[in-house]
């Protein structure tokens, strides 16, 4: 409902002010938002914080010259507590560095203490203040020629996904009507009829019919054509 119309709305404006084409945006944030829910973050917090790595994706990418694909699976997994894939750029997302941070933040309780949600929050909390200066960059250095070529496939993305949208409709349409077309042919009119299994008592098989009474593959009584 208003929550699908929201996110809408956000994803067409990512591509001139983060570099994510619209589907992108929505993968991104739509993932993002399945790992915070499933450690117990949701409602309009989840919705939040998804957008907000989402947007950090593409101005990371556009810092460290990466991918946006690479660098929100840097990011997917720093957010998940694996620390390495952030730590190739700089940013120690460690358990003894998320619980320093916590005591800066007036959090006494230890990072191992924590359930998996307060973990959650406090690594998304760690990794935006790290990231400060990178937020913002690709609006910053959208007319840079890395920029540009980033906007360039992004856009024959969203591009490719609208001609998509336009023709898998008619393409749906008409597999349909082959499969009605093809289900409905007769069988025997292209010289395959089918055998026709009938339940008959073992004794009462008509002819041209024959017992399968012997068979080891029936357990029931039937009689098939010779």
Known sequence: GQSAARIDRWSRELLNSHGLAELSAKQYSSTMGTILKGAGVSGDEMMVMSQNLTMLTGDMASLYNLQP?????????????????LKQLGINMSAANLEAYALSQGIDASYNSMSQGQQMILRYNYLLQATADAQGDFGRTSDSLTNQQKLLRENFTQLSVKIMGGVMPAAAKLAQGLNQAMTSMDAEALGASPPRWRTWPFSS??????S???????SLPCCRPF
């Open 69 to 85: 694909d690479e660098m929100f699976a840097k990011i997917r997994a720093g957010i998940s507590g694996e620390a390495e894939p």
């Open 205 to 210: 098989c008509p002819s041209p019919w024959r």
């Open 212 to 218: 399968c009474r012997r068979s080891r593959a029936w």
